[in-house]
T-cell receptor, first 112, second 115 residues
């Protein structure tokens, strides 16, 4: 059974810091991995999608990497801003279907 | 347009009521999903429709009944719910393609309270 773990569960950093969020999964038979952010009480906003054959994706200040064989993904946020404060979720789509498992998320707080 | 629209945004219903949640997308996506999210927990997959056919039912109680009338619309019919069904219900869509799938886009959710 696929398990998705995100570390740390919560993170507080001063504005301007670069930071790394971690996501690990136990079953490497994945289709893709997607990073989302969620503001309190709101829906999910897609940040980056990495297909299983890819190693990295970048969008603006965000960079996500995927090492399928070791079951790890990281989300790198450069020059963090208070507006980045949110919960960040990684979601793993299993191969062969639509089943998607989410990690519990990392709650990020960027202090001005 | 990368928008998934859910209505209503908030819903309060009694345990004997029947109500429906609606979800709409116009991105041409052919896979649509319902998720349930409790406070401070990750979303949990409930149902998936692919090309208007039910593809996944994650052993959801029959008091939740999904419907996909066409490729743009997804409904979730609610009947005889329990207070523990109170949660944020999220709809998502994506487009399956040979060998890969597009990113999933989520709506803003319906905050459901069962009293």
């Amino acid at each position: 059974k696929q398990e998705v773990t995100q570390i740390p569960a919560a993170l507080s950093v001063p504005e301007g810091e670069n930071l790394v969020l971690n996501c690990s999964f136990t079953d490497s038979a994945i289709y893709n991995l997607q990073w989302f952010r969620q503001d309190p009480g709101k829906g999910l906003t897609s940040l980056l999608l990495i297909q299983s054959s890819q190693r990295e994706q970048t969008s603006g200040r965000l960079n996500a990497s995927l090492d399928k064989s070791s079951g790890r993904s990281t989300l790198y946020i450069a020059a963090s801003q208070p507006g980045d404060s949110a919960t960040y979720l990684c979601a793993v789509r299993m191969a062969g279907g639509f089943k998607t498992i989410f990690g519990a998320g990392t709650r990020l707080f960027v202090k001005a | 347009d990368t928008e998934v629209t859910q209505t209503p945004k908030h819903l309060v219903m009694g345990m004997t009521n029947k109500k429906s949640l609606k979800c709409e997308q116009h991105m041409g996506h052919r896979a649509m999903y319902w998720y349930k999210q409790k406070a401070k927990k990750p979303p949990e997959l409930m149902f998936v429709y692919s090309y208007e056919k039910l593809s996944i039912n994650e052993s959801v109680p029959s008091r939740f009944s999904p419907e996909c009338p066409n490729s743009s619309l997804l409904n979730l019919h609610l009947h005889a719910l329990q207070p523990e069904d109170s949660a944020l219900y999220l709809c998502a869509s994506s487009h399956p393609r040979a060998g890969r799938d597009t990113e999933a886009f989520f709506g803003q959710g319906t905050r459901l309270t069962v009293v």
